[in-house]
């Protein structure tokens, strides 16, 4: 039998946070659907973190007292649930399309850039483990979504995930502009002036999806390139929390007494297996209907879930947190950005220009 007595109290105990959150999620949506086609690439969800720390910074309380349960809820709860929703919008189809030369170079990058962005965060900077892992995991698959993603498996701190998501969206809004420049004129000839080449390089090299698009837009023909090799790389995030949390169990044997315990993140199960769902959707006679709800419907959705919930993640952070180790981690980031840039062009350069040229 349902208790609605203690089903009004939760919903009332978390209606103050929940309200302010919904609110700063609907500006920042709003703010995301005016600029769509600015020059300024913000998702909606970084929107939200950007007026949710600014607001913090002026109303402390807002994350405290009757407050601090919604915003425990939005940032913790909600936020599984959108990455695992995520899902719905990403199909498993895109390995097919993408070919097996642009595959291997999609995820050998990946694999390098996270690689590196491990050994160089945590070994060299003497970053923690979390904020390591949050950083590589951000600048190889997908920038914010999957530092929204992993953080939590982490149990990563506020303030460790905005750090990490400041720095990847600032290297990646310039990468979004160098791109386009550097191919117009350095490395013209070096890509051959091809189109497809190009992007491919952003595709592989750019963290966001909205700077992605806005790199890739920017030469004619390279889009829908870009874009595949960009949907392999969120198609991953599943994955890549599963194989993150490995690596954070690992490291945190080797610096703690104790013996830590693996537990399996459900909303990452659920994202891969949301994913499956939407490629057999989309392989049945419903392919039309079911790609234009998820299109029309959910993609639109799921965007407000994770703007939401990050809204509630950025009412968390302390700048005064961010500015003990802010040094380092831009540092981290700049490195970790160039690097896979680098990569990326090295291996459609000398990979995947010999076999579509």
Partial sequence: MINYKSWANRISCLAPGLLVTLALAVIAFI???????????????????IYSIVIIAFRPALSEGKFNPGVEFSSTTLLRWSIALLGLTVSASVW???????????LINMALVFSFGIVFCKYILKLDNALSLLI???TSVCGASAIAAVGPALKAKAEQMGLSVAVITLFGLLAMFLYPLLFAGLLADWLANNHLAYGMWVGTGVHETAQVIAAASQVNHALST??????????????????????????????ESRHTKITVPWFALFFVIFSLTHFVLESLPIRDIWLSLSQTYLTPATTFLLAWSFAAVGLKVKISSIRAVGLKAFLGGLTVAIFAGVVSLILVRFLWLPFNS
């Fill in 31 to 49: 703010t995301w659907w005016f600029l769509r086609d600015a020059w300024i690439k913000f998702s909606a969800l970084l929107w939200a973190f």
């Fill in 96 to 106: 097919v399309k993408m070919g097996s030369i642009g595959l291997a170079i999609v």
């Fill in 136 to 138: 590589s995991v951000g």
């Fill in 226 to 255: 870009a874009s595949s090799a960009k949907f392999i790389r969120i198609f991953t995030i599943g994955p890549m929390v599963f194989i993150s949390l490995f690596l954070f169990h690992r490291f945190s044997r080797t610096t």
